[in-house]
């Protein structure tokens, strides 16, 4: 289960450039989650922020891999180059179908239609506007921006696996945006095994399944374990199974990344231990069951301060208002 280390590159091909459009919610979890798509697989990719809502990387990944596994981000797709298409372009372009479409930052500009227009009269071929091969996305804030992205791979059924329409419903349940995102900070990637400790509906495996992972559920309520079944079962996922086993008392032996949500607050069994007391048993285990350079990913109350350590480091941490008396924090941590 053990990745090659990754070498720095040497060729002197250019890296192409991809750009993210993220979602609007007010926190770092947007940009931060596509550096981690884009770092999965290319660790030495260069990334930036060239102003609000726009991140682009100059890397050697691939754009459409990462589109169908990102949550926050509307759009994912290759920069033009100098917003230019070259011949390339345009015999892909015409070989299939496109539509145009323009994302304003700010206010409506009065020369977007014309845009529109003069792209598609360059472009030529045969537009469809409801289900494209490609769509040209021309992104404008502070300024232009031309990219190449295949929207149909973004589109996750967010709905369809919200919590209430799963066979099995617990209000503490988290919905499949944030689900999909906590397993994209763990970097796990398809064939692999992903861990959630603190299991509860399911939500976080339904999501890592979805990504080509497997799955590997626990908890310690025994009604979590049956209900998380069911609703992994309704959407006929295949996984190795949820069990009904304490964080203290782990019966597995190595996976490839864990993220979860620790229980706490009214909504969850505790067992009479705080959020701290549980996160630290949670690391203790995952100090034996996370090879070097691997992830835990934790969402936890921010009244619990999360510090490196001599097993893991706290690479990035984000917070998510939830109301006055609760902010959720997100930690990253790499096992060293």
């Not at 990387?57 to 459409?64: F, K, R």
């Not at 301060?305 to 924090?329: N, Q």
Request: proline share 6%; net charge neutral; hydrophobic share 40%.
């Amino acid at each position: 289960m053990t990745r090659p280390s990754p070498s720095p590159r040497t060729s002197e091909r250019s890296p192409s450039k991809i750009i993210f459009l993220l979602s609007g919610e007010s926190t770092t979890i947007p940009a931060a989650e596509a550096s981690a798509l884009v770092r999965m697989q290319d660790p030495y990719a260069e990334i930036a922020s060239p102003e609000e809502r726009i991140l682009i990387a100059s890397t050697d990944s691939d754009a459409d891999t990462i589109a169908s596994r990102v949550a926050f981000s509307k759009r994912v797709g290759s920069v033009v180059p100098d917003g230019r298409f070259d011949r390339d372009h345009l015999r892909s372009l015409r070989a299939g179908t496109y539509r145009v479409s323009v994302f304003e930052l700010g206010e409506k500009r009065s020369d977007s239609d014309g845009m529109v227009s003069d792209l598609a009269e360059e472009i030529g071929g045969k537009v469809a506007l409801d289900d494209p091969d490609v769509e040209v996305a021309l992104v404008r804030g502070a300024r232009d921006y031309l990219a190449l992205c295949r929207p149909s791979l973004m589109s996750q059924d967010w709905v369809l696996r919200r919590p209430r329409a799963r066979p099995f419903f617990h209000p503490a349940a988290i919905f499949p945006k944030l689900s999909r995102a906590l397993v994209n900070f763990s970097r796990v990637g398809p064939g692999e095994v992903f861990l959630d400790p603190f299991c509860g509906t399911g939500s976080l495996l339904l999501e890592a399944h979805e990504l080509g992972a497997t799955a590997l559920g626990a908890d310690r309520d025994l009604r979590m374990v049956k209900g998380s079944v069911r609703n992994m079962a309704n959407f006929r996922q295949d996984w190795l199974g949820v069990v009904r086993a304490d964080v203290r008392k782990t019966p597995f032996t190595g996976v490839d990344g864990i993220a979860t949500d620790i229980p706490y607050g009214r909504a969850s069994s505790t067992a009479g231990s705080s959020a701290g007391e549980i996160l630290e048993r949670l690391r203790e285990t995952a100090r034996g069951l996370l090879e070097e350079g691997r992830r835990l990913v934790v969402m936890h109350p921010d009244t619990v301060v999360v510090k490196s350590r001599d097993d893991f480091e706290v690479e990035e941490e984000h917070h998510l208002y939830i109301h006055r008396k609760l902010t959720r924090t997100i930690s990253v941590l790499r096992r060293v």
